[in-house]
């Protein structure tokens, strides 16, 4: 363990750089814990979740695309999680808001390939800076043990970007199942082919069977602790596939954002498929204690410009690190 924390340490030293010249990693997982709650073992972030497996296979596509070892056409292991959003581990399941796909990739000589996918094309903040920002603003205050309205209003007045993400799942019906939403990288890569070209893109992971929803009634119904049961049942009676697309970006769109998604119009290329295989019985399994930084990538696949995407790392390694301090938990 010690060994553990020392390589994360390192990590949070190596990735607080630019991205983080005016946030402070720790101060950042901080005003999480004050905001969403501090469940010592937990995520600060995606708290409630359940490991799963999977096999990964790579398109002629996406071949074409980058010389990843992910894309050869051969099965590759893939370690799942999938969560809600939030730090709290007994979030309820049965109301709008976010769901997570965590990826590791374990390819061959050793590479690894992780990312964190969410239900939303667009993430909660597009600067590290305002995404503390907004966290700050919603700290109880200790006397109400409630935000200060007029504060929330006031940081949302001047930074709306902020109110994007929660008014996609305002819009959205309860999914019926981790195996049945969609779920957006929503930072921009570079897929870069043999011959040294690069095309840029973001991509959604798309379930195969297409997408489920349920109504308010139809959700109060199942209940707040449903997902993972519905998840077992669902892998152990047959096939939950996701299609893995990218959305090709074209001369002139925004590539360093992670709050505006590139436009519909955009064409879509498959880079393969991802199947479910199993699902872990309990709160054991091997994603325990995988941060699924997705600055972890492949050769053929590069990271862009977004200042969110260059933030995530540090604070992924401060609560690593405590969780293992405190012994982690699913």
Known sequence: MH?????????????????????????????????????????????????????????????????????????????????????????PDNTRGQRNLALQFDLPKGEVWQMGNISAPVFGAATPEQFLGRLESLQPDPETKKANPEKVK???????????????FASQPVPASYGAVNYWGVHTFGFVDAKGKKQFGKWIFEPVGGLENLTDDEAKAKGAQFLFDELRQRVAAGTVAFDFNL????????????????????????????????????????CLTIMYNPLVLPKGVEAGRDPMLAARAAPYAVSLGRRLTEGAKQ
């Not at 006031?154 to 996609?168: H, I, R, S, T």
């Not at 970006?249 to 199993?278: H, W």
């Open 247 to 286: 959305q090709l970006a074209e001369p002139g769109d925004e590539l360093d954002s992670a709050v505006k998604p590139l436009p519909d119009a955009r064409k879509k290329v498959n880079l393969g498929r991802l199947t479910i295989k199993s699902v872990a019985p309990d709160a054991t399994g091997a």
């Open 154 to 168: 006031a940081f949302a007045d001047a930074n709306p970007e902020v109110l994007l993400q929660g008014k996609y």
């Open 3 to 91: 060994a553990h924390l020392f390589a994360l340490t390192m990590i949070a030293a190596a990735t607080s750089g630019s991205a983080f010249a005016q946030v402070d990693p720790t101060k950042l997982v901080d005003a999480q814990e004050v905001v969403g709650g501090k469940f010592e073992g937990y995520r600060r972030s995606g708290a409630k979740g359940v490991c799963a497996t999977a096999e990964f296979v790579g398109s002629q596509q996406g071949r074409v695309l980058s010389t990843a070892s992910a894309f050869s056409g051969k099965p590759v292991p893939v370690i799942v999680r999938f969560s809600v959003g939030g730090g709290n581990p007994m979030a």
